[in-house]
Every structure is written in structure tokens, then in C-alpha cells.
């Protein structure tokens, strides 16, 4: 059965896969949602005897139906494939008891690899499908770990260019090394002599200027965002969930058809949102567990009903979730609002103008599936420890969260049952914060690539190829400008002026 893409903020003409794919957000500002959720049409039996690959085409063939067979499969051969570290593309680690999702062996090892591979191929397919020739130039703007994400993802994509926008001081140093270092003709990183919010700023301004766009597409270019919102990497997210099932149930780790809780990390509330569609294919999962660092404006929400981001903004240990809006948020209420645009626009535009909202009773019963928690930063880094005191196994800092918050669940409910933690970056990418939770005394004092030697000693992990690329990679982006000069930025590489 078809799935079209309606607009979270009006009643207008439903769109095609391809179409919200290439649209990124619709015209009113709102994000597209898939008409209904479709139901697996494979059993959790046979999905257990599949690889990453057959998984993922069996989840997304159910939601991208106006792709072809063909098209989907040739996307996915070329996304999941030797940029990952193991042939099992997520891996299902179990400590003490609990199962550990490894969502990071891609190139940038960490977990937007699983959607940003992808995407480049959705979205060039999704253009040849709609008779788009133009050739796709993504812009994006970086406070550090998506634009190198990006980056990856797009770099030798045949029909797209990429350019990257960061704060030229705005970055670690790992960071900036993992941008500059980046290979490939059709990939452009600049530092801009601003701050983030300058950087993203200039980037909206750049896409909202219709006069450019039409000067781009009569030399052959058109702009696209590579943002979280798009439907082409939510889509995506949903399959290391059955994935993840089906390995318990293919090594016998539970029953064909238990239900299992599911733990996520939080930022932008893509990643859980995903799990929630999975959950509504009918994979047998009850609690979706929602995991906040000190930035908890979800613990807040699912408790009190109110979204409320009017407070300060906490700089943490696990940066990808240091975030007052979540964006992805809006699909949700969206949907325990009955699929009404207009109240889901109404709420929408309260966080606007008032930066908070509150929902009714009924839609706050609908929430029943979720649970929110958070952990303080001494949570996080005794979860480390323990976790590596216990049984040598390292966490990063975001995952570390989400292992901090499923303790406290526990605690308070008692619930046993079987339980998979969405682990979504590797220690070796938060290396300091990692060796600072197990020992500061001794650690504080090294150098990071010091640090990172250590840090395989003790895990008894190989250093992933992302780290020891960019200790030895050349720098071959050296470009700055001024935030007035980023469109200029992009005439150049892209030789139209
Ligand atoms: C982006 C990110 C998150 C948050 O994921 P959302 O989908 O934004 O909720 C968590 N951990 C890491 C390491 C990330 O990069």
C-alpha cells in the first residue's frame, strides 16, 4: 500500500517519498509524516535469518514506496558497505546484562553515520525520479559532529557537492581536523570568522534567497539540506531497531514475539522517534526509554506536559545532546494530537513567540509508551566507571546517559525485561571526557592522541580508522571568510561567477 507525506502544520497535498525527500521540510514549515505507519510484512522468524542490508530493505521498501526494487537496493548496497568497520554494519553488545546497540562503526563513528550514508543516494535518486537534472548542493552549517557526518556521507557522490560552514574558533580541535582532512572534489570546508549561530544564520539566508536560486538553477544547481528533519534519515533509523530484535530472537536471547524496552540517548528526538515507528510496525517493543543530559527539557515534558525550553543551556560531557529545541518532537505531538495540523501548529507556534507549550490531558495519555529521565554529569561519568570497573566495557558519554538513565527505570519500577541501549558514538570520539570518568587523577595531565592509545589499552578495542585517519591525514580545506562572504563562498566553488 502506498505512504504518502503530509505536513505537520496544514491540510495540503500530500507529497511522495522522493518529493519529501528532496523538500526536507515542507513549504509551511512543517515536517512531513508518513499518512500511516505500515505494519512489518515479514515475520520476526524471517527477519531474524536476514543481514543489515535485507533488514533495512524490507523496513524501508514500506515506507519509500514509490521507489523501485532496484533503486532502494542500490541505495543500500552503497551506503551499508566497507565504510563500516564490520560486516554486521550494528553490532548488539551485551554487559552486564543489558544489550548494547553499537551505532557508531561507520566513517565518523558515530550514529547519524547510519542515516548520512544513505541519504546522498536517496536524494540522488530521488532527483532522477522527478526528472530534477540539476546537480544537488547541500549547505550546512556545523557546531561540529554533522557536518563531518555530511561530509562522509556525500563525499564522491556522483550529482551532489557539499558545503560546510563552521565556526572557525567554534570547534575542538578534533573536530576541525576530522573537517579539513576531508577527500574529495564535490566537498568545500570553510571556517567562518563567527559563532555557530552566525554560521547557521547565513547558511537560512543563503537558501531562502530566491533570486540565487533561480541564478543557481539556470547554470544547473539547486540547493538541499541534509538536515535531521528530512524523512530520508528518519526513515532509515527505523531499521537497526527490527534489526536489533531480530538478533536477540536469531541467538536466543528471547522469545519470538517478547517485548523489549529500548533506551535512546536525546537530543533532537529523531533516534526514539524512530524507535516509536518501529514499535508501531509491530515490533514487540513496551517502554521507550528517553534519555536526557542536563539539558532536560524532555524529562520536564513527559512529566509535567509542558515543553518549556525559557532556561539556561547547560554545556555537558555528551555535546550532541545539549539541545532546547527537538525538533523531531513536533512528528510526535503531531501524531497524539489525532494528526491535527492545525493543533499541532497552534503548539508550534507558542514555542515560537512564548518558547513554551503545554498539551492537554488526553494527548498526555497517549504518551503511556514513553518514560523520561535524566543524569547529572557525575551520573554520567560514575556510569562510565562502573560499567568499566564491572566488566572492561566503555561507554561514550552520550551512551553513558542512556546506561545512567536505564539504572534509575530499573530502580524505580523493577521492570526486568530485556532492554537494548541505542549506543550511539564510540569512546575513541570523546576520548578525554571518557578517561577523565574512569580516572581523572591519572589521565587529566596526557595528550589526546596519548589518551587514545591508552584508551584502546584498557578497553582492549583497536583504534578505530576515523582516529588514526586524522592523526596522519594532510589538511586539505583551508578556506575562512566572513559571515558576509559565505554566498560568494559558494559562487566560487561552484565557478559561476
Ligand atoms: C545526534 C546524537 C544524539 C541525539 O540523537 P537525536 O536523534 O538528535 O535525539 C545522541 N548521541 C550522539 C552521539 C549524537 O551524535
Redesign the pocket.
Known sequence: MEVLYNSTRSKGKPVTASQAILKGLSEDGGLFVPDHIPALDKSLRELSAMDYRQVAYEVMKLYLTDFSEEELSDCIRKAYDEKFDTEVIAPLVEAQGVYYLEL?HGSTI???DMALSILPHLLTTSARKNQIENEIVILTATSG??GK?ALAGFAGVKGTRIVVFYPKDGVSPIQEKQMVTQKGDNTLVVGIHGNFDDAQTGVKRIFSDREFARELDGKGFQFSSAN?INIGRLVP?ICYYVYAYAQLLKEGRIEDGEKINVV???????????AFYAKNMGLPIDRLICASNENKVLYDFFRTGVYDKNREFVLTT?P??D?LI?S?LERLIYGIAGGSADKNRELMEALGTEGRYEIDGAMREKLADFYGNFASEQETAAEIARLYRACGYVL?T??AVASAVYQKYRKETGDLKTTVI?S??SPF?FTRSVMNAIDAAKYDAMEDFALVDELSAIANVKVPRAIEEIRTAPVVHDHQCEVSGMKDVVRDFLGIR
Do not use: C, E, R
Not at 264 to 274: E, Q, S
Open positions: 557508531f558515530a550514529f547519524k559532529d554533522t557526518a535531521s533509523q535512546v540517548p536525546t537530543g533532537n528526538f529523531g533516534n526514539i522517534l524512530a555528551s550532541s545532546m539541545i527537538s523531531n561514550d552520550h551512551t541505542a550511539t558514538a570520539k
